[in-house]
């Protein structure tokens, strides 16, 4: 180490492949990156499965970074949203920073000192835009609101307000199927920890155009490995989400679509953005209680909803409760609720197969529910935008 230290400070040729030097050291960790920029440039060295390299661009200078106006820095950011390819389109955005909606893409921007920005103060929530139709917003709405309470986040509107401009950016962007993202933040003002120099709270509403289909096949799920929140915080819709996000990525690295968490007392509590519900050999639909979780719009609509299915006998009751891990898995059928998958169906669980391994009649029978409900349920799901 002491060799490679000489080797830096003097500036002397640094060779291609350091493995030489380093590979048995352990100050450098599987994902550790190490930077210098001097007269030869930068150079980096980047550890990954077993073999550290050196790296050297002799033209990453800081003379190179460009100093760009207003306009250069909008045109880039253009340029830069062309080349990107993606499902989704930005269609509108307010902001209560400028007080209006932009169709602009270039222009949906938040400021860096917002206190949602660096200290993740802040609060979000959405609503399905379903052939011109908002679904359940009064309910989304209610349920920021209810986040911003307890995140201390001032309403820098009253409900009303916030909920014609939710109607009204999804009237600009003329979208008719997608989905409405919205925040609420402590505010701009500085970098500090405490939001007492921020000057009023703020919203920001994005419309999203999206027209993938919701899938029904049956996906696997893990435990979570990833510590659960807490119940004050599990319970707050914020945006301080690298827990979910942690979780979502662990399960991908394993070829699952989602990991499923527990709470303190190892009974099931949801997973990354969804609750989690289950069909027992008995017909009973289980799902795990919200005290300590956050509570959801879509599976509480679930549970509205399936009360057809007991009249129908297909299945023969409802029950919100403890869940243990047993009960889930000797499950007949799995399932993941939530505004971003509906209902979709879990027919794999670690190691032990849900079921008879496919898809279940409840699940889809749920499915086939709440999409009726999303396109001609009653008004108090469903609220028409003005276009």
């Known amino acids: 180490m002491a060799s490679l230290a000489k080797t830096i400070s003097q500036n ?108 993740g103060h802040g609060v979000f929530d959405t609503a399905a835009i379903c052939d011109g139709y908002l679904y359940e917003l ?81 996906v696997k799920v893990i435990t979570s490995s990833i510590p659960i929140k807490p119940p004050q915080f599990g319970t707050v819709k914020s945006v301080n989400y690298l827990p979910n996000v942690l979780s979502k990525m662990e399960a991908e690295e394993t070829g699952a679509f989602a990991a499923i968490w527990l709470d303190g007392e190892g009974f099931i509590a949801e997973g990354p953005n969804m609750n989690v519900a289950f069909v027992t050999k008995e017909r009973l639909l289980l799902m795990p209680q919200f005290d300590k979780i956050l509570s959801g719009c879509t599976a509480k609509r679930v549970l509205t909803l399936a009360k057809a299915l007991v009249r129908e006998g297909k299945l023969h009751g409802i029950k919100v409760g403890n869940v243990t891990v047993e009960e889930g898995k000797k499950a007949e059928e799995m399932m993941l609720l939530g505004s971003g998958v509906l209902v979709r169906p879990v027919v794999q669980w670690d190691e032990q197969v849900i079921g008879n391994g496919k898809e279940g009649p409840i699940a889809q029978a749920l499915l086939d529910l709440i999409l009726e409900d999303m396109q001609s349920g009653p008004p108090s799901v469903r609220v028409a935008v003005p276009y």
């Not at 100093?67 to 993606?86: F, G, V």
């Not at 989304?140 to 995140?151: E, K, Q, W």
């Not at 500085?190 to 289909?213: A, K, N, W």
């Open 138 to 218: 009064d309910q989304h709405l209610d349920r920021i609101i209810r986040s911003a309470s307890m995140a201390k986040i001032q309403l820098p509107f009253d409900r009303e307000s916030l909920r014609r401009i939710l109607i009204q950016t999804v009237s600009a962007s003329k979208c008719r199927k997608g989905s409405l993202r919205y925040w609420l933040s402590a505010g701009v003002g500085d970098f500090q920890l405490s939001p007492v120099g921020c000057h009023q709270s703020t919203f920001y509403v994005i419309e999203i155009q999206d027209d993938s289909p919701f899938v029904s096949k049956g």
């Open 12 to 119: 002397q040729p640094v060779p291609t492949k350091l493995t030489h030097h380093v590979k048995n050291l352990p100050v450098f960790s599987p994902n550790l990156c190490f930077s210098r920029t001097g007269s030869f440039g930068e150079m980096r060295f980047i550890r990954s499965c077993g073999r550290t390299e050196a790296l050297i661009d002799s033209s990453a200078q800081l003379s190179d970074v460009p100093l760009l106006s207003c306009s250069e820095a909008i045109e880039r950011i253009k340029s830069t949203q062309a080349n990107q390819k993606s499902k989704q389109q930005f269609l509108a955005m307010y902001s209560s920073i400028f007080g209006g909606i932009t169709t602009d893409p270039a222009a949906m921007v938040i400021p860096m000192d917002d206190h949602m920005v660096h200290r």
